[in-house]
């Protein structure tokens, strides 16, 4: 058979949504019943691996892969693995896969973080050292200058913007209602 005549016999199949042509991969196709067994398989085999390992939030990509698919071309598997992720049945942060709403810290690092955030929001515009914040929350000074750049990096586009609001006042969200011709950054 040609590639037009497969094309043209799983065209309704698609239209049909009973099979899925998988983007990036020219004529490759996937049965939409086993493409939902292997979303299935990977949530369950990210619970369990998560379930598993003290800490962890999610699964290696490669691991869940060849558990997933243990004898495909790895090109294969990482269309799959986009499908999957489009899908919205896993998100991939670096090289792990994580559960949709398990994108943030682990229990005891996202204990510790609230602990660090709680520390600089109560100093305000007087912000105390890492060492500081270390002592008061009792952890190691470097794991304490690690969590607070994550959250300084995870919150770096809300704070600009929030920053900014309060800054500029009315001109940051609408600067023709002042006359002034004074700039505003922050």
């Known amino acids: ?21 998988l983007r990036r991969s020219p004529d ?10 292997l979303a299935e398989a990977a949530r369950e085999a990210i619970r369990q691996y998560t379930s598993q390992a003290a800490g962890a939030i999610g699964a290696p990509r490669g691991t869940l892969l060849a558990r997933l698919l243990p004898k495909a071309d790895p090109r294969w598997a990482e269309v799959i693995e986009g499908a999957l992720v489009a899908r919205g049945t896993y998100i991939v942060v670096g090289e ?5 709403g398990r994108e943030d810290l682990a229990g005891a690092d996202r204990d510790l973080s609230e602990k660090i955030a709680h520390a600089f929001a109560r100093r305000g515009l007087d912000p105390p050292s890492i ?22 990096a995870g919150s770096s586009r809300e704070t600009r913007s929030t920053a900014s609001s309060r800054a500029c006042g009315p001109r940051a969200r609408n600067p023709s209602t002042s006359g002034s011709s004074r700039r505003c950054s922050v």
């Open 131 to 152: 060492g500081d914040v270390a002592a008061e929350v009792g952890h190691k000074q470097k794991v304490v200058e690690g969590l607070a750049g994550y959250l300084a």
């Open 1 to 21: 058979m040609s590639r037009e005549e497969i094309r043209s016999g799983l065209s309704g199949l698609i239209a049909d949504g009973r099979v899925l042509a």
């Open 28 to 37: 490759r196709y996937l049965a939409k019943a086993s493409f939902d067994r």
């Open 96 to 100: 792990e896969a994580r559960l949709p």
